[in-house]
């Protein structure tokens, strides 16, 4: 398997789900020191998996590819918050915000029970989505 398949396989371990009704704040690490630091600001989330997260971040924060992101996740319907660390494996313009970038993420860090824990949270709300659909 090639460096290519490799990456797309691991993209599609764990499934998207956009709009997940999870609350994330992030951010961005430019100095070891900057890990210690508890200043976060608030995000959009355009969808979440086991394995990332993409964001809407202001057009004025760098965050070319490579850039880490501290994060805290609020898994809001099952009051469960975790940290994780993503690494920024593409970015693109917001073609619905002209002051947006859409950022995607990569967990660098995250613990595997908080991992399994987002995939959980995730499962549920799809079934319970369907359910909504079915009704």
Known sequence: ???????????REHFRLNKPGVRIR???VSEPEDFLVEDFTDASIENLSGNGVTLQLPLEEEAPIGTRIRLKIELVKANAAMDAIGE?????????????NVVHLNFKVIEES???????YLFNEQIGRAKRVKS
Request: hydrophobic share 30%.
């Open 114 to 120: 908080d991992r399994d824990r987002i995939v959980g």
């Open 88 to 100: 920024v494996i593409r970015q693109s313009e917001d073609a619905r915000s002209k002051d947006q």
């Open 1 to 11: 398997m090639n460096m290519k398949d490799s990456m797309q396989a691991n993209r």
């Open 26 to 28: 992030y951010k961005i």
